[in-house]
Each structure stands twice: as structure tokens, then as C-alpha cells.
């Protein structure tokens, strides 16, 4: 499928998008064999590093997801502003997940500090990969941006069981149950803020990874303290896609985790 499926908008997006996209088509991974994702060859490579596409899973030290519960607050962290207006976008079934890709030239951004990150697309997985303590969330949604330079931030809201989200209605229905099938449905606009708790002020960070082959480290993790909700149908429909589709917790490896207080 056209790489533009999976991330648009800038060059720099569209590079990443390459870079991932390769390496999955490489070869194929599953949540099963997580534990072994670092040590899959790729018999089409006969020179290290490329017979491990996905090394970095194993060996690196930057992992994502992880339990929060360890979190310090801190009065130094810079405020997160989102800025997502409404998009007539694109569903995909990535083979692994749920997918909302936005359009070409979309305005919507994660504001951090002075700096700006460009929203590419959003993703779900059941169930949540971050936990709390022995606190796991039924699904976790993930927010994906990526700058011209190529740093990466991702936005994760947690999900809890209990009104209907309309908007996740509408990804839901309109996303395909064939994997790599997309579905441009010029009708359904779908407006982000709908998937984001009232209150955005609290979260968590540190320093991570894409949560999938390859592992890449370099990712700035906001994670939401406040979940959204969705209803029990609702879930039901997310696990008729895919069930399972979730990262174990990595260890933290001395990072420090920060909370707004």
C-alpha cells in the first residue's frame, strides 16, 4: 500500500514512515513473540546489524511502555498545549491495530515548551499498554507527531470503561477488518479533542520508544493521568479487530519518571 496511508503531511514524516514501514515489511512480527522481538532474523539480510531489524527491542535501554507508578512530581515540566482541530481523515487496519491517519497538510499539533509536533495519526491498543501499580486500563489510545527534524512525541490516553465516546463510534465503523485495508469516507469528520479527557493539565513523562518493531528510542511519552471512556459494546467492537495487541511494561533502567503535580 502508498506509504501516505500510514503518515503524511511532512518529508520528515514521510522518511520515518519509510524507515518503519520497511522494516515491517521485512519481516513479520506478532504480540505473541514479544519477548523474542529482538532476536528475529531477517533472512534476506546476510550482514549484522540488518539480520535484526528489531535488536533495539532486546538490547535497548529506553523501552516503552512502562509501569508509572514510580512517578515524581515536578513543578518544572512544561505545560503540554493541543492544538487538534477537525479532519476528514483516513482509517487504516495496520495489521496490528486500529488507525486513524489524518490528511495531507493537517494543522493539528502537540505544543511542548516552544517547540511543535505535528499530529500524524492515532492508534489503539487493548489492553492498556502503560499501567498504574497493578492497574492496567481496558485500551490505551496513542497520539503520534513527528517533526521536520525527525523527533518523535507521543500523546497516550488511557481508556476506562463507561460512557460511549461518539468519535470512537465513528472510527470503529468505519475502519476495515481486512489488515493493510484503508477507507477514506469523505462523510465522517473526526474531531481529536473528543478523544481527550476534560482535563489535560496532569500527566506523566519520560523518555522512550515506539511501543512496536523497531523499538526506535528517541520518543518523548506524555501519558495523560485522566482517562477517557468508552462503553463495554465498544470495547467488545475494539477486541473484534484485535485483542491483545499490547507491549508488556519494559523496565525502567534508572530513567525517572515525572508527573505534573
Known amino acids: ?74 513543578r518544572l515540566l512544561n505545560k503540554l498545549k493541543i492544538r487538534y482541530p477537525a479532519d476528514t481523515v483516513n482509517f487504516y487496519n495496520s495489521g496490528h491495530g486500529v488507525q486513524v491517519n489524518f490528511s495531507e497538510g493537517y494543522q493539528g499539533q502537540l505544543l511542548i515548551g516552544g517547540e511543535a509536533y505535528p499530529l500524524i495519526q492515532f492508534h489503539f491498543h487493548e489492553p492498556s499498554e502503560h499501567v498504574i501499580g497493578d492497574r492496567t486500563f481496558p485500551a490505551e489510545l496513542h497520539f503520534v507527531h513527528v517533526r521536520d527534524d525527525g523527533k518523535i512525541a507521543v500523546l497516550g490516553v488511557l481508556i476506562e470503561i463507561g460512557q460511549e465516546n461518539e468519535v470512537f463510534q465513528t472510527v470503529l465503523d468505519n475502519t476495515p477488518y481486512t489488515g493493510k485495508d484503508s477507507n477514506q469516507n469523505p462523510s465522517a469528520s473526526i474531531n481529536p479533542v473528543l478523544l481527550l479527557p476534560r482535563d489535560k493539565r496532569h500527566f506523566y513523562t519520560l523518555a522512550g520508544s515506539l511501543t512496536t518493531p523497531p523499538c526506535s528510542e528517541g520518543v518523548n511519552w506524555y501519558v495523560l493521568a485522566n482517562p477517557i471512556s468508552i462503553s463495554e459494546a465498544q470495547l467488545a467492537q475494539l477486541k473484534s479487530f484485535y485483542s491483545d495487541n499490547a507491549r508488556l511494561p519494559q523496565d525502567l533502567n534508572n530513567r525517572v519518571v515525572a508527573e505534573t503535580p
Not at 18 to 37: G, N, R
Open 1 to 74: 500500500m502508498k506509504i501516505k496511508t500510514i503518515f503524511t503531511g511532512t518529508i520528515a514524516s514521510c522518511l520515518f514512515a519509510v524507515t518503519t514501514l520497511m522494516a515491517a515489511e521485512a519481516v513479520e512480527w506478532s504480540y505473541h513473540e514479544q519477548e523474542e522481538w529482538g532476536a528475529i532474523h531477517d533472512p534476506s539480510q546476510t550482514v549484522a546489524p540488518h539480520m535484526y531489524p528489531y535488536a533495539v527491542c532486546g538490547l535497548g535501554q529506553h523501552q516503552s511502555p512502562v509501569d508509572l507508578a514510580s512517578a515524581n512530581p515536578s
